[in-house]
């Protein structure tokens, strides 16, 4: 016997075929619960024409559904956004609040003046086209042919193998997002422990409570603007609460109690575990090959708008190869993951990625390659680092400690101190690059 939803979506392709005039409405009969499967199907096998007319609206009609679907009920689509539009190349505009004046009702020149908007732009791309291709012999059309239960379990089969194969993919892209973001250390980063104790998870948790409270307040700290060395005014974000969501690897998850973390969130249990989503790591694969180890990553709190996942096409194609007689049916999907820089963002990780210093540069503020400081007088030198965000450390140091001294603020600070009369150079170094300044200090 037929199932209701085979029946339904066979007879809605002989629908669509007479209504555009195909040659499969003219020898299809629409099926009725009684309808034998081989009479029926018996001018789809003898006649390729209409073969290949079945299988297009098949594809189209139902396996593009199916498939359009399943993926709509993905565990991570709260995190995906719009179709994109035209083109392959999009841009993120953002602009920073206006900063208000105190009104002054002498001040006729500020009707004259310029006020521009400060305005942010990040370029992104698509930079996902997968295809999943599966090939089926004609001697299995034949078999699916022989009963409605073979013909509906041929359908799943060809169906979920496609799906699969983009869902699996859309996944760890998904959460491959958060581990680049780390990696390239392209967002704000929370230190923390491996959740191992009870009072460890505890911490966990009231360090998670405080950034979701404090993403609704206007900040510049939580985005990654600045951090990657993005041009202007630091930017200004905030974002609903209702936006936020968590990713957590799942033996973290596993780690917090429910009901700690209900509270610590002041919403319900079922509220919250909407926001929480597990993965089961931040590893990236290229292929089967693992090319980056998440392990030091625990999860992220963000404005679910940090995550840029649009759809640019989602098809369905196939055709017959009479030269081996088999039909192949591909899956298209072409889509766009980025990360936002102007979003609110922290990843927890149990330590800092590895990002090395290319250049580094004394930033000199008008100075010169040297200077001369008083016996007694401190002073205290920048340097400029590209990447903005590279973590390796800086080294700062005096070729004649009996002249000045050194006394290393952070890395990209150095304070110095004249001790003694004398030249001295001080000489800053991270990965391999340095940068020298001469010092004299006179009595």
Same mark, same amino acid.
């Given at each position: ?121 990040? +370029? !992104?791309?698509? =930079?996902?086209? @997968? ?5 089926? *012999? ?5 078999? %699916? #042919? ?35 973001? +780390? !990696?390239?250390? =392209?967002?704000? @980063? ?5 959740? *191992? ?5 505890? %911490? #966990? ?56 973390? %209900? ?181």
């Amino acid at each position: 016997m037929i199932a209701e939803g085979l029946k339904t979506a066979l007879n809605g392709i002989l629908e669509t075929a007479v209504a555009d005039d195909r040659v499969y409405a003219k020898y299809i009969d629409q099926i009725r619960p009684d309808t034998d499967i081989k009479v029926w199907a018996k001018p789809i096998l003898d006649n390729q024409a209409i073969m290949n007319d079945f299988f297009n609206m098949l594809v189209q009609r139902i396996m593009y559904t199916q498939i359009e679907t399943k993926l709509f009920d993905n565990p991570l689509q709260v995190l995906e956004g719009d179709q994109v539009p035209l083109g392959s190349i999009g841009q993120e505009i953002y602009t920073n609040p206006i900063k208000g004046r105190l009104f002054n009702v002498d001040d006729f020149a500020g009707l004259l003046a310029k006020y521009e908007a400060d305005v942010k732009v990040q +370029y !992104m791309h698509v =930079n996902s086209d @997968i295809q999943y291709p599966v090939t089926v *012999t004609r001697a299995k059309i034949v078999d %699916a #042919f022989t009963s409605w239960e073979n013909l509906n379990a041929f359908i799943d089969s060809i169906t979920n193998a496609l799906y699969n194969g983009a869902y699996i993919d859309r996944y760890r892209m998904s959460k491959d997002l958060v581990a680049s973001a +780390y !990696m390239g250390n =392209n967002v704000q @980063i929370e230190v923390v422990d491996e959740i *191992t104790t009870p009072d460890l998870a505890k %911490a #966990f948790v009231k360090k998670a409570r405080n950034l979701y409270k404090m993403f609704k307040f206007p900040s510049t700290q939580y985005n990654a603007w600045r951090k990657v060395g993005g041009y202007g005014r630091d930017i200004v974000t905030w974002c609903n609460p209702n936006d936020i969501v968590i990713l957590l690897r799942a033996d973290i998850s596993t780690e917090l109690d429910v009901e700690v973390l %209900a509270n610590a969130f002041n919403m319900d249990k079922t509220t919250l575990m909407g926001r929480i989503l597990d993965v089961d790591n931040f590893d990236i694969y290229d292929g089967d090959t693992k090319v980056f180890d998440g392990s030091k990553i625990l999860g992220i709190v963000c404005d679910s708008k940090w995550f840029r996942i649009k759809t640019r096409e989602l098809t369905m194609d196939e055709f017959y190869n009479a030269n081996n007689r088999t039909w192949q049916f591909y899956l298209n999907d072409v889509r766009m993951y980025q990360y936002s820089l102007f979003a609110n963002a922290v990843v927890f990780a149990t330590e800092l990625p590895n990002v090395g210093a290319e250049t580094v540069v004394y930033d000199h503020d008008g100075y010169g390659g040297s200077f001369d400081i008083a016996l007694g007088e401190q002073k205290t030198l920048g340097i400029i680092v590209n990447p903005t965000n590279a973590t390796t450390p800086t080294i700062f140091s005096s070729s004649n400690e009996n002249a000045v001294t050194v006394t290393k603020i952070d890395d990209r600070h150095v304070r110095i101190t004249g001790v003694g009369a004398g030249e001295s150079f001080i000489t800053a170094s991270n990965n391999g690059h340095e940068d020298v300044v001469g010092v004299t200090v006179i009595e």
